[in-house]
């Protein structure tokens, strides 16, 4: 049973540094393009503040930690890829509440729909950038702390419980599990 836990833990850590190399990849290239054609860029005076590029890399992580989680671990349940990257795009799909209340956030960073979103382990990551980026002070220190907080406490959680399922998508391979056998194997303890 260790094993199982050892081979998610290499999948996440793989398929996570793959993810951070896309993501150098297309920091290089906008640095590139950006430095390349600033004559352009310098008129549009588009500016980030330093707090969202601070943070950013930590809630990479963070996300990438909390979503690669409950996607490999409910994607091992499916009986083959097709249905397994299904089984993950409701994740994905979770991640994306944030673009949908762009526009409310733009218009306020301040609003009740920006705040419960910060607080929110699946749209924090993206709500927090999107907070800090538009207006540094528009977002307390405490709130980020605890916005930061809530999502290691869901890591730890999601990653505990993807580790059974795996444990069980690697046990029944070929099989489909029920509904009753997941939730089972979920409440196991290590």
Do not use: C
């Not at 549009?44 to 930690?65: D, E, G, K, T």
């Not at 607080?119 to 709130?143: C, G, K, N, Q």
Request: hydrophobic share 55%; charged share 10%.
């Amino acid at each position: 049973l260790l094993i199982a836990d050892e081979i998610m833990t290499g999948k996440l850590l793989g398929l996570g540094s793959a993810g951070l190399l896309q993501v150098l990849v297309w920091l290089g290239m906008t640095l590139g393009v950006r430095f390349g054609l600033a004559s352009l860029v310098l008129p549009l005076s588009v500016q980030v503040s330093w707090q969202a590029v601070a943070i950013a890399p930590v809630l990479f992580v963070l996300a990438y930690a909390f979503l690669g989680s409950l996607m490999l671990g409910t994607g091992s349940l499916g009986g083959n890829v097709r249905e397994s990257q299904q089984l993950g795009m409701f994740w994905s799909f979770l991640a994306t509440v944030p673009l949908m209340f762009l526009p409310v956030m733009l218009a306020d960073p301040h609003s009740l729909v920006a705040h419960v979103l910060t607080w929110i382990p699946f749209s924090a990551p993206a709500t927090l950038v999107f907070r800090i980026s538009l207006d540094p002070d528009a977002i307390t220190a405490w709130e980020i702390a605890g916005s930061l907080l809530s999502l290691v406490l869901s890591t730890w959680v999601t990653v505990r419980v993807a580790s059974r399922l795996f444990r069980v998508g690697l046990l029944l391979s070929g099989a489909r599990p029920s509904f009753r056998e997941i939730l089972r194997q979920a409440r196991l303890s290590s």
